[in-house]
């Protein structure tokens, strides 16, 4: 058994450290490596191919150079459509993150507000799952790129404007009872969407599932730990690199300043 598991978290941006702190929570004995491809932000207004291309080539040189024992898409748009691609490549457990229709479902009464990025609500993934856990409750989509740009700005320490967050959530403000966040920059505003939807509207997000799921996986493996290095290392696709603001945010996560991995390295 090995003594210390490596595992990489993958997003287009910060939005996958809502998946973090889930795991490391849960598993906070782990090694945590985070690639975000902030050169091609945002995903959720990528073509499909591109988007394929990219995820399959970062994420599999980054497992290859840092011996990486499991990776974790801790992102929406990608996993929707790239899993299966990285999984007939890659031999150590890939895990994604879908929208969580499923639970949802099962506690409201009323609509769920499916809240995620423009290619997630149109991909036949995502349709597919409201058709499967769905079918009784009416599921109202709203694809938004701007509430993903609004967690990116309040890593950076910009305070998030209640009223624009108002205006982007207004078609379903009175229309639901539960808000599905379908992609994992919105776990970050969390606060900030209660405060709008108001607290008869329940929230819910896929990272506590995954956390779950990335430990069943490392016992079903035999992948062991051991120890936390800390500060954890984290890449950037993006040259150059933008600055202070953005090391700060993560310095709060754990991370050590980004450094850079380009898709013409990889
Ligand atoms: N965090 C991502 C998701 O879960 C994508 C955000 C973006 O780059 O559009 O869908």
Redesign the pocket.
């Known amino acids: 058994m090995k003594t210390l598991a490596n595992i990489l978290i993958f997003?287009?941006?910060v939005?996958?450290l809502s998946v973090f702190q889930k795991i490391q929570n849960q598993l906070p004995m782990l090694n945590y490596v985070y690639l975000f491809d902030n050169e091609a932000?945002?995903?959720?207004?990528l073509k499909p191919e591109i988007l394929i291309s990219r995820v399959t080539t970062l994420v599999c040189s980054i497992v290859k150079r840092l011996n990486i024992d499991m990776v974790v898409i801790a992102?929406?748009?990608a996993s929707t459509i790239v899993l299966p691609a990285l999984r007939d490549i890659l031999t150590v457990p890939v895990v994604g993150?879908v929208p969580a229709i499923k639970p949802a479902a099962s506690i409201s009464q009323k609509a769920i507000g499916l809240i995620?990025?423009p290619a997630?609500v149109e991909r036949q993934y995502t349709h597919d799952l409201i058709k499967q856990y769905s079918s009784s409750i009416p599921v109202r989509l709203l694809g938004t790129?701007r509430l993903?740009t609004m967690a990116e700005e309040k890593l950076r320490g910009k305070a998030v404007d209640i009223e624009e967050l108002k205006g982007v959530l207004g078609p379903l403000i009175d229309q639901i009872d539960v808000a599905v966040l379908g992609?994992?920059?919105f776990p970050l505003l969390h606060n900030e969407i209660q405060t709008v939807f108001g607290s008869d509207v329940t929230l819910v997000d896929s990272g506590l599932a995954i956390a779950k799921r990335v430990e069943d996986l490392l016992q079903l493996n035999n992948i062991g730990f051991q120890k936390k290095q800390k500060p954890y290392a984290i890449y950037s696709s993006a040259t150059p690199w933008e600055g202070v603001a953005l090391n700060n945010g993560l310095q709060q996560f754990g991370f050590s300043p980004v450094q850079t991995f380009r898709l013409q390295d990889a």
């Open positions: 997003d287009s941006g939005g996958g932000y945002p995903y959720g207004e992102c929406n748009t993150v995620a990025t997630t790129t993903v992609c994992t920059h």
